[in-house]
């Protein structure tokens, strides 16, 4: 009976302030990511970000090429009998998701979810359907 209180104050005894340490720890990073954020102001384009960039190098809806085109896709690689794969060397840019419309359906799966071919973007894509 009497063991188990002595054994509480000696948990106790040894118990020290994490808080401070940790808020340090805390403040210090966020000093760091302040001062990339302002770098990246004055220097970058913040627009790389939250854009993706196609394989030419263009921010999607940023750059004058790609304006009408903010989203990024990554095309399906072409594929005989196997597990589908993307193909990520080459992403380009998109004015909607391809297949949201309805359109570039190939059918159904076994599951029910819907199957899209490779879309006439990708096809112009150098590498994006080997």
Same mark, same amino acid.
């Given at each position: ?13 040894? &118990? ?17 990511? @302040?001062?990339?954020? @302002? ?7 913040? %627009?790389?970000?939250?854009? %993706?960039?196609?394989?030419? %190098? &263009?921010?999607? #809806? ?18 005989? #009998? #196997?597990?589908? &794969? ?15 419309? %309805?359109? #570039? ?17 990708? @096809?112009?894509? @150098?590498?994006?359907?080997?």
């Amino acid at each position: 009976m009497f063991h188990h209180e002595h054994e509480e104050e000696d948990l106790r005894s040894r &118990q020290r302030c994490t808080d401070c340490p940790c808020c340090i720890g805390f403040i210090v990073a966020l000093a760091a990511f @302040a001062g990339l954020y @302002a770098r990246v102001l004055a220097s970058g384009n913040l %627009g790389k970000l939250y854009h %993706g960039i196609d394989y030419h %190098g &263009q921010i999607c #809806g940023v750059h004058e090429a790609v304006k009408a085109e903010p989203y990024l896709y990554w095309c399906m690689k072409s594929h005989l #009998g #196997g597990m589908p &794969q993307v193909s990520f060397e080459h992403p380009v840019c998109v004015s909607s998701c391809p297949g949201a419309n %309805g359109e #570039g359906s190939t059918g159904t799966s076994g599951s029910g979810t819907t199957l899209y071919g490779i879309e006439p973007d990708c @096809a112009a894509v @150098a590498g994006a359907g080997s």
